[in-house]
């Protein structure tokens, strides 16, 4: 089945610097992936969509020279917080869709997560 | 403005004791209606896609209905391992290729 990789699960770093999440489909290629936010105990906030081969599309109110988003290949996105502060600590989650299968049987695949700890 | 709201926001049950839960939503236009699980520090996990009003899916100790306001995920003898966030999604007919509304969540304990 369509599954996606997100890398690393976990990252601690220190304010100022920055730190790069990767998104990968396995198993399946994707023009398309999406980049998540989420708070504890909130909901999914999407921040952008990324596009293989093109820029990407940020949500209103998302930096995006904060988050730059690469999508260099059809399988894979990254997500880089540049000069991370501690207010940029969360939970990243990526998604994408397997053209190849039937999406109201599967819907979109979701990453297993990043959780992001800038002190 | 779309909106899509989940009650309640938590829920413990005993072992074996059903309830629902409720996903409300506003919105322009519907495209679909997605129910996901997930557990503490992972990613979301389908579980259904809801089209049109009336209609349901089962899963296991799950079934998911829809109507024209809201759909409610009904756990009938929950166990211990259903313990989870529940997530409700809408897909946007205008917005199709790009991504869904979450709704807030809720979170399921469900006790031995």
């Known amino acids: 089945g369509a599954v996606v990789s997100q890398h690393p699960s976990r990252v601690i770093c220190k304010s100022g610097t920055s730190v790069k999440i990767e998104c990968r489909s396995l198993d399946f290629q994707a023009t398309t992936m999406f980049w998540y936010r989420q708070f504890p105990k909130k909901s999914l906030m999407l921040m952008a969509t990324?596009?293989?081969?093109?820029?990407?599309?940020?949500e209103q109110g998302v930096e995006k020279d904060k988050f730059l988003i690469n999508h260099a290949s059809l399988t894979l996105s990254t997500l880089t917080v540049t000069s991370a502060h501690p207010e940029d600590s969360s939970f990243y989650i990526c998604s994408a869709r397997d053209s190849g299968r039937q999406f109201s049987s599967y819907g979109y695949t979701f990453g297993s997560g990043t959780r992001l700890t800038v002190v | 403005e779309d909106q899509v709201t989940q009650s309640p926001e938590a829920l413990r049950l005993q072992e074996g004791e059903s309830s629902s839960l409720n996903c409300s939503y506003t919105v322009s236009g519907l495209r679909g209606l997605f129910w996901y699980r997930q557990d503490p520090g992972k990613g979301p996990e389908f579980l259904f896609t809801l089209y049109s009003a009336g209609e349901e899916k089962e899963k296991e100790r799950l079934k998911a209905t829809l109507t024209k306001k809201e759909s409610f995920l009904h756990i009938t003898a929950p166990k211990p391992e259903d313990s989870a966030t529940y997530l409700c999604a809408v897909h946007l007919r205008e917005n199709y290729g790009q991504n869904f509304v979450f709704g807030p969540g809720t979170r399921l304990s469900v006790l031995p």
């Open positions: 990324s596009n293989e081969g093109s820029k990407a599309t940020y």
